[in-house]
C-alpha cells in the first residue's frame, strides 16, 4: 500500500465524499502541484484516482467554479484560476452580517491596515498612482459637493492608498469588506458634513496625506492619517 493510497483509505473513513474530494484539490494547489492555467485532469480520471463517483467531483468542481477557483472552457476542459472576490464579498458580508459587527470594530481595523498601507504606499507608490490619488479624489470638492457625493471621493481616495501599498494581501481584505467600509464612509460622511469644522479638517487631513506621499514622509502621513481618524472616531 503506498503513500497516497494509505492517504485515501484514511480520508475516505473519516470524511464525506464531497469533503474528501475536496481535499484533493486543496492538497494540490497548496503542494504547488496545481497552478494558475493548469488544466485539470478529466473528471473520469480524477475519480478513477480517488474512487469515488464522477458526481462526487462535478459536485466539488462545480462549488470551485462558484467560488472563483475554477474555469470551465467549452471544448477545452477545465483551468485552474484565482478570481474569487465576487465570492468571499459576499461571503464575508454574510459574516459580518450574522455576527453582527459593529461600525467601532471597522473603525479599528481601518485605522491599523490603512496605517500600514501608507507605509508601503510612501516605499512603493509610483508617480501617476500618487498623481491619480489626487485626480481621483479632487481634494479641494470634499466639502462643496453633498455627503453622497463626497463620500464617493473619499472611497476612491482610500482605495487608491490601497492600490499604491503594493500588498496584495491588503488589497484582497479590502476588497472582501468593500461594500461594509463604503456603507461606514458613506453613514460618517453625512455626520461629519454637517459640522463644517469637522469638513474642513477632515479634508486638510486627506491633503496632508497626500502631501505625505509626495514628499515620502511617513511620520507625517502617519499623524495626518491619525487626525484623519480622530475625526472619523468623534462619531
Not at 465524499?17 to 473528471?43: A, M
Not at 479599528?108 to 489626487?134: F, H, P, Q, S, W
Not at 507625517?220 to 475625526?231: C, L, N, T, V, Y
Amino acid at each position: 500500500m503506498n503513500e497516497f493510497t494509505d492517504f485515501k483509505t484514511y480520508k475516505m473513513k473519516n470524511q464525506k465524499t464531497y469533503q474528501y474530494v475536496f481535499d484533493y484539490f486543496s492538497e494540490q494547489i497548496l503542494s504547488g502541484e496545481l497552478k494558475i492555467n493548469d488544466k485539470i485532469l478529466p473528471e473520469r480520471e480524477i475519480a478513477e484516482k480517488l474512487d469515488v463517483s464522477r458526481n462526487s467531483i462535478r459536485e466539488v468542481m462545480h462549488m470551485l467554479e462558484i467560488n472563483g477557483l475554477l474555469e470551465c472552457r467549452q471544448g477545452s476542459g477545465n483551468y485552474l484560476r484565482c478570481e474569487p472576490q465576487d465570492y468571499m464579498v459576499k461571503f464575508m458580508n454574510m459574516v459580518m452580517s450574522l455576527q453582527q459587527i459593529k461600525y467601532t470594530e471597522v473603525y479599528d481595523i481601518r485605522m491599523g491596515y490603512e496605517t500600514v498601507a501608507l507605509r508601503l504606499a510612501i516605499k512603493n507608490a509610483t508617480e501617476e498612482e500618487i498623481e491619480e490619488m489626487m485626480d481621483s479624489d479632487k481634494l479641494d470638492e470634499f466639502t462643496a459637493v453633498n455627503p453622497k457625493e463626497s463620500g464617493k471621493l473619499d472611497m476612491q481616495f482610500h482605495n487608491k492608498l490601497i492600490e499604491a501599498s503594493h500588498n496584495r494581501m491588503i488589497v484582497l481584505y479590502t476588497s472582501m469588506i468593500a461594500e461594509l467600509i463604503n456603507q461606514f464612509i458613506a453613514d460618517f460622511r453625512v455626520r461629519i458634513m454637517a459640522n463644517q469644522r469637522q469638513a474642513d479638517a477632515l479634508r486638510r487631513a486627506h491633503w496632508n496625506i497626500y502631501d505625505s506621499l509626495v514628499a515620502k514622509d511617513f511620520a507625517a502621513g502617519s499623524f495626518a492619517m491619525q487626525r484623519h481618524f480622530d475625526i472619523v472616531g468623534e462619531q
